[in-house]
């Protein structure tokens, strides 16, 4: 009887974020017809892009993995209460210390991946250092510093590919580094979903930093609902006063979690840098870090919800591709959407826990 | 006359009735006393009266007319003013600021001070409610707070008064300013709506007493008829014992040690002024003193690590100043916290979380260094549960889903089965219902006669006295009175606790 009704209010809270795509859907209808696209076209460009063949949709999970892995990354500094804005900059600078590690170090195939993976979390790390110290130190707001890192890290890696780390001529005359040895490349999985009977082309990027993700998806689960750090990074990010009188380190839990956090981000470039590109450059997409705070948010910073939101987000950036494509709905809108069906989600969300926590009073009383 | 008629109110939550067919009602000039158990249904009541619920069945008469309540502006314009037991001020506002609030007086869009300030002092002086109408709200202390509430509802014209338990945070004095006010108030043909869970004041200040026990009103006394052990009866439906049994203590070594501590504000104020105090294994030792006299500080030195100026903290001995509170804990110092919504329960957390926080670092509750082990602190939490009789659906429950008297339960059973050699008590019975008031006063008299070194710091002297075995008195950062069991008398605390007597 326990069980049942514990995994009902499960299912409520599983199935709100589903609500709230549907009304923003709706939303996107209205304004399709408000731009004299008719909603059928409307959904059948979006079918198009995301679902008609394996190929397309193979390429909405291709496209969520960065997603994941940033949303990973901002969850984890959120459920210690602490605001990562510098995912951004954190990934950049991974990603360029991961690619130094790919092209200057000889190593074999088998050991040369996971060294560039661990380089690129250090690389992380290493750029949420500074903000976490001066934040855990100093007090001074994370939100801010890290905003500042993240420009920071940009015109940095502007100067190292154009100066010192330039490999220009190689390949193009756009500014980018040396290539990424043969040995640290990432290499396709598409064979195996072959082999699984799912028809996925080759020119989709079904990588190894599918492995990657799947591989910190499953150690942040762990770490935060098996492991007594992540019991204290959620108490943390639940009350700080509380945590302090259950004699919780919350500054060393504050700065553990913010550096996760950042190692976590190094590895958000890895597919651009070592599967589609094979060198590094500082065009390499921006962006992804602040699409992880929503991702994470949408999430609830779980690592099974952050799989759901970072397929959705890659979803409605195919999506919007499509009616790009296909229709005459703008861009823009596209983008407005996305922000809608956020807002939806998290409103509903909050009903939803709200009438739960109001349900579980009721059975308390 | 009817001032006020609350009748057949009913309203149903899913799963509860947690209005069941009440029928209320206020005289004009009367002191009504609601009383009755954490959830038994006097806030939704009050809640309905407010506007901030809806009834699903039942009607509200104000002067014999039948009105409709939507929301709280409907019920201030109708003269209902409530005074919550946390108050809605706004801290940097000044006392007049925060009084005209929502009532402003203006001229083309200017705010005029003027007149309202004249309005407020007469206002004042008819019910005795003096504060200083340009100090600072969070400059004023608790007591001056509530008046500047009782201020705001007078001032828009209320006729019928709810006070939500106004005497927990007020010290004996102030409790008899605010009595006094409640007579004036009275005199004037006013209405007034009194919950409280301390029955000597009910029965102190009431004309009627209602007493609500799981949604229904169990039966309306008047004052003559009432008494102390009746009204208890009616509220829990079975006698209670008020009188504390507890058997002579057998004090055992000093534990706790509490040297020449000092310790000055920010603003340069003395907090806490060359105290000294210990207890010993086996006793408990009560603080007696009106809030704001250091107790949160001392508790603070002694739970948590903090910035001292002199003075040393002991356990069995040793300097426990550098102690972090992980190494305060697992060296055997448990503490219930002033606040507990604030400080003891991770809210969303299981039970079962909260349970185990504070040892749920090591061993049994983590294998290896980092493992949690949860079916170990699932089936402990289940035995914990068991044994001290929390009320839950299961250990799985949200701590934020059960009632304040439980969550309270859940903390003293915590931290009493952490089995710490000294228990700092703070206000371990602010806000909880009789029920488990008198759990947490067995509970503590047990962990005293297990040998334990019980530290009990509270508001209520009631509780203070009958509790300890010494009493010091706190007042201005320092004990400045200690008595042996026996020889403390209300009368005799309370004049130190004002500071009317100050020899050591």
């Known amino acids: 009887m326990r069980k049942i009704k514990i995994d009902k209010y499960h299912i409520y809270e599983l199935f709100s974020p589903l609500l709230g795509v549907l009304a923003a859907i709706i939303v996107l209808l209205i304004i399709g017809v408000a731009v004299g696209e008719n909603p059928a076209a409307t959904l059948k460009a979006i079918y198009k892009f995301t679902m008609s063949t394996s190929g397309r949709l193979a390429t909405v999970f291709s496209v969520a993995i960065p997603l994941f892995i940033s949303g990973l990354a901002v969850s984890i500094a959120f459920r210690a209460g602490v605001f990562n804005i510098g995912v951004e900059g954190q990934y950049f600078i991974g990603g360029l210390v991961g690619a130094l590690a790919g092209i200057y170090l000889p190593l074999p195939r088998i050991i040369h991946i996971p060294v560039v993976a661990i380089c690129a979390m250090l690389g992380g790390a290493l750029w949420a250092l500074i903000p976490a110290m001066l934040k855990i130190g100093k007090g001074v707001h994370e939100v801010i510093t890290t905003i500042m890192f993240n420009n920071i890290a940009l015109a940095l890696a502007n100067y190292l590919v154009n100066g010192p780390l330039s490999g220009r001529g190689e390949v193009s005359l756009e500014a980018q580094t040396h290539h990424i040895r043969e040995t640290a490349q990432f290499g396709?999985?598409?064979?195996?979903?072959?082999?699984?009977?799912?028809?996925?082309?080759?020119?989709?990027?079904?990588?190894?930093?599918?492995?990657?993700?799947?591989?910190?998806?499953?150690?942040?689960?762990?770490?935060?609902?098996?492991?007594?750090?992540?019991?204290?990074?959620?108490?943390?990010?639940?009350?700080?006063?509380?945590?302090?009188?259950?004699?919780?380190?919350?500054?060393?839990?504050?700065?553990?979690?913010?550096?996760?956090?950042?190692?976590?981000?190094g590895l958000i470039g890895l597919q651009e840098i070592f599967a589609i590109r094979g060198f590094y450059t500082y065009e390499i997409?921006?962006?992804?870090?602040?699409?992880?705070?929503?991702?994470?948010?949408?999430?609830?910073?779980?690592?099974?919800?952050?799989?759901?939101?970072?397929?959705?987000?890659a979803f409605l950036t195919q999506a919007g591709y499509g009616l790009q494509l296909y229709t005459s709905v703008p861009l823009a809108i596209t983008f407005v959407i996305s922000g809608?069906?956020?807002?939806?989600?998290?409103?509903?969300?909050?009903?939803?826990?709200r009438y739960i926590r109001a349900q579980r009073k009721k059975e308390a009383a | 006359m009817t001032l006020l008629k609350m009748e057949e109110i009913t309203k149903v939550f899913p799963g509860v009735r947690a209005n069941d067919g009440v029928t209320f009602d206020l005289q004009a000039g009367e002191i009504h006393a609601?009383?009755?158990?954490?959830?038994?249904?006097?806030?939704?009541?009050?809640?309905?009266?407010?506007?901030?619920?809806?009834?699903?069945?039942?009607?509200i008469y104000l002067r014999d007319k039948p009105i409709i309540i939507k929301n709280p502006r409907d019920a201030i314009n109708q003269g209902i003013g409530m005074v919550h037991q946390h108050f809605m001020l706004v801290p940097v506002f000044s006392v007049l600021e925060n009084i005209v609030l929502g009532k402003e007086t203006h001229t083309a869009g200017v705010l005029q001070f003027q007149k309202p300030s004249e309005e407020i002092e007469a206002i004042m002086q008819a019910n005795g409610l003096f504060v200083d109408l340009n100090a600072r709200v969070e400059d004023i202390p608790v007591g001056l707070q509530q008046r500047v509430e009782i201020l705001k509802i007078l001032y828009r014209g209320a006729e019928t008064l709810v006070f939500d338990e106004p005497t927990a945070v007020l010290t004996p004095q102030e409790v008899d300013d605010l009595f006094k006010t409640f007579r004036m108030m009275k005199e004037q043909g006013k209405g007034i709506i009194f919950i409280s869970h301390k029955l000597d004041e009910v029965l102190a200040l009431a004309d009627r007493i209602t007493v609500i026990r799981r949604g229904k009103v169990v039966q309306t006394l008047e004052r003559k008829e009432a008494t102390k052990p009746l009204i208890a009866e009616l509220m829990v439906g079975k006698p209670v014992l008020l009188k504390v049994e507890k058997?002579?203590?057998?004090?055992?070594?000093?534990?706790?040690e509490v040297k020449d501590l000092t310790m000055t504000s920010a603003q340069g104020h003395r907090i806490l002024d060359n105290i000294?105090?210990?207890?010993?294994?086996?006793?408990?030792?009560?603080?007696?003193?009106?809030?704001?006299?250091?107790?949160?500080?001392?508790?603070?030195?002694?739970?948590?690590?903090?910035?001292?100026?002199?003075g040393d903290v002991l356990l069995e001995g040793d300097s426990i100043l550098h102690w972090d509170v992980r190494t305060r804990r697992e060296n055997g110092i448990g503490h219930i916290p002033e606040d507990r919504r604030r400080y003891g329960l991770l809210l969303p957390f299981s039970l079962a979380d909260n349970l185990v926080l504070g040892q749920h670092h090591r061993e049994p509750f983590v294998k290896g260094p980092q493992w949690v082990d949860s079916a170990r602190v699932r089936s402990y939490a289940r035995e914990t549960i068991k044994a001290y009789d929390v009320r839950t659906p299961s250990e799985m429950t949200p701590a934020n889903a059960l009632s304040g008297g439980n969550q309270q339960k859940a903390i003293i059973a915590r931290e009493m089965n952490f089995e710490p050699i000294v228990l700092v008590a703070a206000q371990p019975t602010r806000g909880v219902d009789i029920g488990a008031t008198e759990f947490v006063y067995q509970q503590l008299i047990a962990a005293r006669d297990k040998g334990k070194a019980v530290l009990l710091i509270s508001a209520d002297l009631d509780e203070i006295l009958s509790l300890s075995d010494r009493i010091g008195v706190m007042f201005k950062g320092k004990i400045i009175h200690e008595f042996s069991q026996g020889e403390a008398t209300k009368e005799k605390v309370g004049l130190y606790m004002t500071g009317e007597k100050e020899s050591a």
């Open chain 1, 188 to 265: 396709k999985l598409n064979h195996w979903f072959r082999a699984l009977g799912w028809n996925i082309p080759n020119h989709v990027f079904m990588d190894y930093s599918l492995i990657i993700a799947i591989i910190m998806g499953i150690l942040v689960w762990l770490l935060l609902f098996r492991l007594r750090y992540g019991f204290e990074i959620r108490a943390v990010g639940t009350s700080t006063d509380v945590s302090e009188y259950a004699g919780i380190r919350v500054k060393r839990i504050q700065l553990g979690a913010f550096l996760t956090s950042g190692a976590i981000a």
């Open chain 2, 34 to 59: 609601l009383v009755g158990e954490n959830g038994a249904g006097k806030t939704t009541l009050m809640n309905i009266l407010y506007g901030l619920y809806k009834p699903d069945s039942g009607t």
């Open chain 2, 247 to 256: 058997k002579p203590p057998s004090p055992g070594r000093v534990v706790l």
């Open chain 1, 285 to 313: 997409a921006a962006g992804l870090g602040f699409d992880g705070i929503a991702i994470a948010l949408i999430g609830r910073n779980s690592p099974l919800g952050v799989i759901f939101s970072s397929i959705l987000f």
């Open chain 1, 340 to 353: 809608v069906m956020i807002l939806f989600i998290v409103v509903i969300n909050e009903i939803v826990t």
């Open chain 2, 276 to 310: 000294s105090l210990n207890v010993r294994a086996g006793e408990i030792y009560g603080i007696a003193g009106v809030e704001g006299n250091g107790q949160t500080e001392l508790i603070r030195a002694i739970a948590y690590k903090t910035k001292l100026e002199s």
